[in-house]
Nanobody, 127 residues
Framework: QVQLVESGGGSVQAGGSLRLSCAAS????????MAWFRQTPGKEREGVAA????????YYAASVKGRFTISRDNAKNTLYLQMNNLNPEDTAMYYC????????????????????WGQGTQVTVSS
């Protein structure tokens, strides 16, 4: 069955870096756009970054642009999120998701476009 498994979360001090991975299985990974979302308790899930099937098009939330980089390795069926210069506001559970449709710069953060989600990996940034 379709499965997404995140890894790479952890605890880091402000200014540090982490790289999240999302291993995909059960479908043709290279055919689907992917995204990273994050959520903190009591808040709605927020789109962090998204990437087209080939990896040639990427989108970022304003809060992470210039610090985070989304990428994918279609040969390894894996999605990545390189997070640099982390700050306490980045503390959240991070989820990868597979989009069911194409998207553009305005529509990619819409959760309704994503039908498959991983279980999440926790990122905690201390000041």
């Amino acid at each position: 069955q379709v499965q997404l498994v995140e890894s790479g979360g952890g605890s880091v001090q402000a200014g540090g870096s982490l790289r999240l991975s999302c291993a995909a299985s059960g479908y043709t990974y290279s055919s689907y756009s992917m995204a990273w979302f994050r959520q903190t308790p009591g808040k709605e899930r927020e789109g962090v970054a998204a990437i087209s099937p080939s990896g040639g098009i990427t989108y970022y939330a304003a809060s992470v642009k210039g610090r985070f980089t989304i990428s994918r390795d279609n040969a390894k069926n894996t999605l990545y999120l390189q997070m640099n210069n982390l700050n306490p506001e980045d503390t959240a559970m991070y989820y990868c998701a597979r989009s069911q449709t194409g998207f553009n710069s305005a529509t990619w953060p819409n959760e309704a476009r994503y039908a498959t989600w991983g279980q999440g990996t926790q990122v905690t940034v201390s000041s």
